[in-house]
Structures are given as structure tokens and as C-alpha cells.
């Protein structure tokens, strides 16, 4: 038996990574670093937080948030942020806030509101609710996560503009790389990859799709990170 439990939503839209951006950061991480673990499908109204991921298995308690996830392993065994100066936790801070926010609800609206980005997510969402329920819980579950979007600014194409510019930011933070912080891979890439992955493998052709897949430095790095974790993606889609 595993002595971690990572529950999550399942893969979906032909990836081999779950479907959450903040899901699969917490998957990278525990690949990268060799924890062993299993996977389960995640409720969120069974998480401390009513979100997913959460994590079972440390110390009999069920641990929620992505980040507090990251945070209480690397405070049992150190192995990514090691050695990390006060400026350059900052840095990564600064770094996550933004992707974590500027990426990752583009992509819920590019899954969510786009008519064709739903038209490939609902087939998603229905293979994970009850299928006598289905008639009711997608449409309901669509328009939470239109919600969720709308009270962060995307209404509108106009928030695929917020993408671009944070992965402006980001390439420019990676410089030449390999990573963000420079030659070791971090706890903030695996953050960052989560949500750069999507947005590059995303099924709709947006904006922000193009502006990842269009730069060989973002590219080379998600494909570096995922590298690490040992995980083979499929090719990038039309
Ligand atoms: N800050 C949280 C965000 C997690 C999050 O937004 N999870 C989404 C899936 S990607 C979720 O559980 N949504 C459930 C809902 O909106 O009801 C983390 O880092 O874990």
C-alpha cells in the first residue's frame, strides 16, 4: 500500500495528468521527488477546503491546498526549496500568485464559457458525476465554474489578454533557465508547469494556446519539467 494518497480529479481530455492544474502541481512534485503515492478521484465536498487536491496519509491527517500540500512535505524532508534565500521564496511567491491566477482562470474560461472549449469538457465532467445525474449536476457544475470565472475578470476573449501577459512575465523570469530560480527545478516550477500545461495543451485555440506553444523557451521548460516527473505527453493537438 502507498503511504500517500493524492485525490484529484481524474485525467481527462486525453492527457495523462489530471485535468486540475492545481492537481497535477501536486502530482509533479511527488514524482519528481520519488514520494510514493497512489491516486484517487477527489470530491471536493470531502476536502477540508471543498477543493481539490488534497492529500491523505501524513500523520493521520488529510492535508488541503496545493500549496499547503507542498509546503508541509518539504518541511518533513526537503527536497526541492532547499537552500532557497528570503528573495528568492519571494520571487517564487510573486511568480505562483500570478500563474496561479492569470493562467489558471483563462483556462477555466477557455474549458467552461468557450463554446468549444465545453464541448470538449463536458464529455470531462460527466465521466466524473453520478450518470443518472448528469442532466443535473453538469449544467450545475458549469455554472459555478462560469461564476468562478466572471468574479475574476473573465467575462470576455478579453481575459486571455491576462495570460499572455503573465507568461510575458514568466519567460522572462526563465531567462535562459533551466528552471525559474535558475539551475535547480523548485517547488514553483512544479506550480507553474501545472498551469502551463493546460493552457499549452488546451483543446481550444486561444490566445493564450498560441502564446505558450509559440515560445520555445515556455515550451522547453514545461517539457523539461515533465521530463523530471517522467511523464509522456501526448502531441500537442489542433
Ligand atoms: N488554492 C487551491 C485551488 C484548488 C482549486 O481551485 N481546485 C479546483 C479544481 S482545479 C476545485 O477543486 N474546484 C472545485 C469547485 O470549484 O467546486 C489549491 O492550490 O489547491
New binding site residues.
Given amino acids: 500500500m502507498s503511504a500517500l494518497t493524492l485525490y484529484q ?1 481524474p485525467p481527462a481530455l486525453g492527457l495523462p495528468v489530471s ?5 497535477t ?2 502530482e509533479l512534485y511527488l514524482r519528481i521527488t520519488g514520494h510514493e503515492f497512489a491516486t484517487e478521484p ?1 470530491d ?1 465536498r470531502k ?1 477540508p ?5 488534497f492529500l491523505d496519509g501524513i500523520e493521520g491527517q488529510t492535508l ?6 507542498l509546503e508541509r512535505l518539504e518541511s518533513r524532508r526537503p527536497a526541492l526549496d532547499q537552500g532557497l534565500g528570503d528573495s528568492e521564496r519571494e520571487e517564487a511567491g510573486r511568480l505562483r500568485e500570478l500563474a ?1 491566477r492569470d493562467l ?1 482562470f483563462p483556462c ?1 474560461y477557455s474549458r467552461f464559457v468557450e463554446p468549444g472549449g465545453w464541448a470538449h469538457q463536458q464529455h470531462a465532467i460527466r465521466a466524473m458525476v453520478p450518470w443518472g445525474l448528469a442532466w443535473l449536476l453538469v449544467p450545475l ?1 458549469r455554472r ?2 462560469v461564476k ?1 470565472c466572471a468574479k475574476h475578470g473573465c467575462t470576455d476573449d478579453g481575459c486571455y489578454a491576462m495570460a499572455v501577459a503573465a507568461m510575458d512575465v514568466i519567460e522572462e523570469a526563465l531567462g535562459e533557465g533551466p528552471y525559474l530560480l535558475g539551475e535547480h527545478l523548485r517547488t514553483i516550477d512544479c506550480a507553474v508547469v501545472g498551469q502551463l500545461l493546460h493552457t499549452a495543451w488546451g483543446r481550444s485555440p486561444t490566445p493564450a494556446r498560441s502564446r505558450v506553444r509559440g515560445s520555445a523557451a515556455l515550451m522547453g521548460y514545461v517539457r523539461r519539467v515533465v521530463e523530471r516527473a517522467e511523464i509522456e505527453m501526448p502531441p500537442l493537438g489542433d
Fill in positions: 480529479l485535468v486540475s492544474p492545481f492537481c502541481k501536486v477527489g471536493p476536502s477546503n471543498g477543493m481539490v487536491p488541503a491546498d496545493s500549496e499547503a500540500i496561479e489558471y477555466l457544475i459555478s465554474q468562478k
